[in-house]
């Protein structure tokens, strides 16, 4: 998918073809063809293995400087659709005259600059764009974060009550979104920590002309990228111990488990014992008595219970 987009001063975001491109326009494009690369390559002169970049769905976060553009590959949060946490490589690509955006999904970072949020950007007004696409990302992650925390809280509370496999696979689940997080969050700041950098380059300045709202906002977003770096290492954490400590409760119910079934089992023997010894085709005691089965079986239930509360006392039950 190919679209253009172009704000205009206290005007509404307006929608341009190829066609009628325009300076300062923002040209995203989701999981594009090749036909599509194609003209939007030749149409801004930006590299295609630039544009090509972001549908690695492994590819890490960095930077790219070519004489006429700039790509900063940045790694952005999703939620799939069952139910888990992912992320998504997003090239951002700035040149003297655009910036182009290339994701293979339509994610909700991009998704928030539309019409109805217009007057909160300006495409033309590329450098403060690209911090605001970097600080809604950031503000996503956060977000999602707050969710994996209620997630799992709701988790531990089930699993007090219930060890299911459908919990337990769910904590495993939100685990593996944080490892995700994890590595996202901290090649992202290393990206940001770059960004900072370039602002005293001067052969930049055509791609990137930073302003003191730019550099503050770019400051704005590397402390909640940190936030949520940190917040990730915290949850980890917590749920890695979280599942340490049911793992081993479930571990502890079933050795009560089979502590229960071995006492079971010996009270089970001592009347099958007696049976059977009774029960042999040879001359046994009280073998001509009529009350042999009476007997008998008060001495297996007698039998039985003392050794019931000997088991019960050496808390086998």
Known sequence: ??????????????????????????????????????????????????????????????????DNSVMILTNVPIIREEGGYDTLPLAIIMTEDYIITVCLEDTPVLSYFNEKHARFFRTFKKTRFLFQILYRSATFYLSYLRQISKQSDEIERKLRHSMKNKEILKLLELQKSLTFFNASLRSNGAVLDKLMRLRTNTTMRPMLKYYEEDEDLLEDVIIENKQAKEMVE????????????????????????????????????????????????????????????????????????ICGLLLWKSDMF
């Not at 089992?265 to 007696?274: D, E, G, S, Y």
């Open 1 to 66: 998918m190919l679209k253009i987009l172009k704000s205009h001063e206290n005007g509404p975001l307006a929608e341009l073809s190829l066609k009628a491109l325009e300076n300062g326009a923002w040209i995203n494009i989701v999981d594009p063809t090749p036909y599509e690369l194609k003209v939007v390559s030749n149409l801004t002169e930006v590299e295609p293995d630039f544009l090509r970049s972001a549908l690695d769905d492994e590819e890490r976060s960095h930077i790219d400087i070519e």
């Open 234 to 305: 915290m949850y980890s954490k917590i749920l890695a111990r979280l599942a340490d400590t049911f793992s081993s409760i479930i571990s502890n119910n079933l050795n009560q488990v089979m502590k229960f079934l071995a006492a079971i089992t010996i009270l089970l023997a001592i009347p099958t014992v007696i049976s059977s010894f009774f029960g042999m085709n040879v001359p046994v005691p009280m073998a001509e008595n009529d009350w042999a089965f009476s007997y008998i079986f008060g001495i297996a239930g007698l039998l039985v219970g």
